[in-house]
Nanobody, 120 residues
Framework: QVQLVESGGGLVLSGGSLTLSCTAS????????MGWYRQVPGHERESVAH???????TYADSVKGRFTISRDGGERTVYLQMNSLKPEDTAVYYC??????????????WGQGTPVTVSS
């Protein structure tokens, strides 16, 4: 089992910044990928950004150039630096962990979600 604890959501004005963090604990193995998804009520959960062990990262087109994903040295904490926020970034943001090579390969683990509200 893997547990994910998120923090950092909140209310911010359009154009502002927020940083989300997520720390994984439990049966962590490498390689793995951690990332962020977001969901608006009535819509499907969408991918925002991912970072693999080894620090390769990917981004949704809608956030490229504005959001930056990173991992700490121990690679158990992932950060999402969100700049130039727009009202359309408003959503509940979920942290995700996926084991890529260990006994839980392919399983997805999710955080509890942290709300981000961007007011215009």
């Amino acid at each position: 089992q893997v547990q994910l604890v998120e923090s950092g959501g909140g209310l911010v004005l359009s154009g502002g910044s927020l940083t989300l963090s997520c720390t994984a604990s439990g049966s962590i193995s490498t390689p793995n990928v951690m990332g962020w998804y977001r969901q608006v009520p009535g819509h499907e959960r969408e991918s925002v950004a991912h970072i693999f062990t080894g620090r390769v990262s990917t981004y949704a087109d809608s956030v490229k150039g504005r959001f930056t994903i990173s991992r700490d040295g121990g690679e158990r904490t992932v950060y999402l630096q969100m700049n130039s926020l727009k009202p359309e970034d408003t959503a509940v943001y979920y942290c995700n962990y996926r084991d890529l090579g260990g006994p839980n390969r392919g399983l997805d683990y999710w955080g509890q979600g942290t709300p981000v509200t961007v007011s215009s």
